[in-house]
C-alpha cells in the first residue's frame, strides 16, 4: 500500500482545507466512528489533509492506522481494534509521537503578515495584518502548521511543561475549534460575496445615470459590470449550496485519556 505524500504547505488553501475536514452528508456512521478516535489537530502528517480524510481513507481501506503520531500507538490500536485489522508499529514515515507542545512567537521579529493565522486550523492566533500577532496557548494543538508559511521563521515549538500528552478531551475541543472556524470564515465570505454584489450593483445604477458616455462605450462598460455581478451571485450561490454540515462526530466522547 503507498503512502500518500505529506499535503505540501502551499496546496493548504483555507477555504480548500476547511471543507476537507468537516463532515459532508456522505460520510457514513463508520468514518464518524473512526474520526471519533483520532487526535484532531488537522496536522497532515498521516498525509492526508487532516483528520477527517485520513478517516475517510481508513474506512474505504486505503490506508493502514498506523500513519497518526499524535495519537500514538493507543490510538494506533485503537483504530486497529475498530477497523478489526492486527495492530502494526506506528510508521516513521508519518513523525514520532511527542508530548504536547504549543507555538510561541518572537513577537519582536513578527511583521503582521497574518499567514500564520490564515493556516492555523483552530483560531489559535490574533493579531492583524501589520500588527504583531500571539497564540492562544489553550487553544493550541501543536499542529506545527502555522511554521512553514512564516516568512519570519519567528514561531516556535516548545513543550508544554509539565510534559503531558493530547487527550481525548484536547481532540473534543480542537474539534469544536474547528466547528467555530469554518463557521467564521463562512460568515466572512458571505459578507465579502454580498459585498461585491452590492458593489456591482451600485455601478450599474451609476453607469445607467451617466449622460457623458458614447452608446457603444456605456454598453461596453455595462456588459463588463453586469458579468462581474453575474459571477458574483454565482460564488454565493455556490458557497451556499456547499455550506458545511455540523462537525461534531457522534461517539466523540470526553475522556480524559491518551487520544
Ligand atoms: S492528528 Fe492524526 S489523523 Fe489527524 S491530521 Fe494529524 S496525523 Fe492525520
Ligand atoms: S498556533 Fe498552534 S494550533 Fe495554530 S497552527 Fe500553530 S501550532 Fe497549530
Ligand atoms: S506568519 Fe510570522 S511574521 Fe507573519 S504574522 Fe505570523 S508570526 Fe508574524
Known sequence: MSAPARIPAESRTPAALQRARLP?????ARVQAIDALLPQTQCGQCG?????PYARALAQGSTLPNRCPPGGTAGMEALSALLQVPPLPLDPACGAPRPLHVARIDESLCIGCTLCIQACPVDAIVGA??????VLAGR??????????????????LPVLPARPWTTLDAGRAREQLRARAERLAREQARNEARLVDQAQHALTELAARDDLAQEELARRTAIVERALARARERRATRAARAPAPATAPGAAARETPA
Request: glycine fraction near 6%; charge should be negative; charged fraction near 15%.
Open 24 to 28: 459532508q452528508p456522505q460520510d457514513n
Open 48 to 52: 492526508y489533509a487532516g483528520c477527517l
Open 129 to 134: 495584518v501589520k500588527r504583531m500577532h500571539t
Open 140 to 157: 493550541c494543538t501543536g499542529c506545527d502548521l502555522c511554521l512553514p508559511p512564516c516568512p519570519m521563521d519567528c514561531i516556535q515549538m
